[in-house]
C-alpha cells in the first residue's frame, strides 16, 4: 500500500477512536492536503446516500432523479458551502483574536473531520434514519471544533463561535436547497421532501379513495 494510504487510513482509525491530537499532524504536513480534500468529497457523498437510501426504503419513487440530486449534485454543494464555512470560521476567529490562520490548514484539519459522515449509510436503518443523520450532524460540527482549536491552538468561546458561524452558512444554505420538489440537500435534509413526498401520496389517495 502507498505510504499516503497508508497514512490516511491510520488517521482515520484514529480520528474514529477520539484521538485528536492527529489534528496536530495534519495541521504541518501539507502533503496530506489532497487526502483530506478526498476524505471531504468521499464523506459527504456517503452522507447523501445515505439519504438516499432512506428515500428508497421510505417505498417513494423517482429515485434515479433523487440519486442525481442528492448525492452529486448534493455533494457538490455541500462541498461549495463546506469552503464557505472554513472561510467563515477563519475570518470570524481571526477578527475575535487577531490570530494569523492559515486556511490551507484548516483545509487539512477538518478534512478529515469530516470522517463522521462517511456513516451515513447507516440512514438506510428504519425508524431511526433521521436520529442517525442529526447525530452525524452534531459529530462533524464537533471534529470540526478540534480541527479549528488545533489550527488556532486554543480553545474557548472564540473557537465556538467562528465554528457556529461557519456551520450556520452551510446548514441555512442548505436547508433553503432542500424543498419538496427539489432533494438537493444530503442525510436528514431530504427529510422535508420526503415528508412533503408522503404528504401529497396521503392528499391523493383522499381525494381518489
Request: charged content about 10%; hydrophobic content about 60%.
Amino acid at each position: 500500500m502507498p505510504p499516503i494510504l497508508r497514512d490516511t487510513f491510520n488517521r482515520l482509525r484514529r480520528i474514529a477512536t477520539l484521538d485528536f491530537g492527529v489534528f496536530d499532524e495534519l495541521r504541518t504536513d501539507a502533503r496530506a492536503t489532497v487526502p483530506a480534500v478526498a476524505v471531504a468529497v468521499a464523506s459527504l457523498f456517503l452522507f447523501g446516500l445515505g439519504g438516499w437510501l432512506w428515500w428508497v426504503t421510505s417505498g417513494l419513487g423517482d429515485r434515479g432523479a433523487v440519486f442525481f440530486k442528492t448525492t452529486v449534485l448534493g455533494t457538490a454543494f455541500s462541498m461549495a458551502l463546506w469552503m464557505a464555512w472554513l472561510v467563515v470560521a477563519t475570518a470570524t476567529l481571526q477578527r475575535l483574536t487577531g490570530l494569523p490562520l492559515r486556511v490551507e490548514q484548516l483545509v487539512r484539519t477538518a478534512g478529515f473531520a469530516c470522517a463522521p459522515l462517511a456513516l451515513g449509510p447507516l440512514m438506510a436503518v428504519p425508524s431511526i434514519s433521521f436520529g442517525v443523520g442529526l447525530l452525524l450532524l452534531v459529530a462533524w460540527v464537533a471534529m470540526t471544533h478540534e480541527a479549528l482549536s488545533s489550527v488556532a491552538a486554543r480553545r474557548g468561546g472564540a473557537v465556538v463561535a467562528a465554528n457556529l458561524a461557519g456551520f450556520a452558512i452551510w446548514v441555512v444554505v442548505m436547508s433553503l436547497l432542500s424543498t419538496g420538489a427539489n432533494q438537493i440537500g444530503p442525510g436528514p435534509f431530504l427529510a422535508e421532501s420526503i415528508w412533503d413526498a408522503i404528504a401529497s401520496a396521503n392528499v391523493i389517495f383522499q381525494v381518489t379513495g
